[in-house]
Nanobody, 127 residues
Framework: QVQLVESGGGLVQAGGSLSLSCAAS????????MGWFRQAPGKEREFVAT?????????RYSDSVKGRFTISRDNAKNTVYLQMHSLKPEDTAVYYC???????????????????WGQGTQVTVSS
């Protein structure tokens, strides 16, 4: 059974950078797209970024992170990354990696389309 395992969260000061990784382990992994979502205390889970797993690696970002975060992939390693720069206190949340392995569409921003989820990794940005 495929599992998604995130790593790379931590504590950083405002203006700093962090990089998250999400590795798919288990049997042969295939996906239409990979996404990052986040959930802050008392708030709903929100879309952060997504990348297609096949083809040219089309990406899409939420307006709140566009220009500061970069999503990328390494298909050979079954890994997706999220590089975060110019972090703000409002970026503080648990970040989740997700995979869409069933719906043949890419750049999906709603969590309901993703059927595999990681356990989450905490990102805390201090002011």
């Amino acid at each position: 059974q495929v599992q998604l395992v995130e790593s790379g969260g931590g504590l950083v000061q405002a203006g700093g950078s962090l990089s998250l990784s999400c590795a798919a382990s288990g049997r042969t992994f295939s996906s239409y797209g990979m996404g990052w979502f986040r959930q802050a205390p008392g708030k709903e889970r929100e879309f952060v970024a997504t990348i297609s797993w096949i083809g040219g690696g089309n990406t899409r970002y939420s307006d709140s992170v566009k220009g500061r975060f970069t999503i990328s992939r390494d298909n050979a390693k079954n890994t997706v990354y999220l590089q975060m720069h110019s972090l703000k206190p409002e970026d503080t949340a648990v970040y989740y990696c997700a995979a869409n392995t069933r719906v043949p569409l890419t750049n999906l921003i709603e969590a309901k389309w993703y059927d595999l989820w990681g356990q989450g990794t905490q990102v805390t940005v201090s002011s």
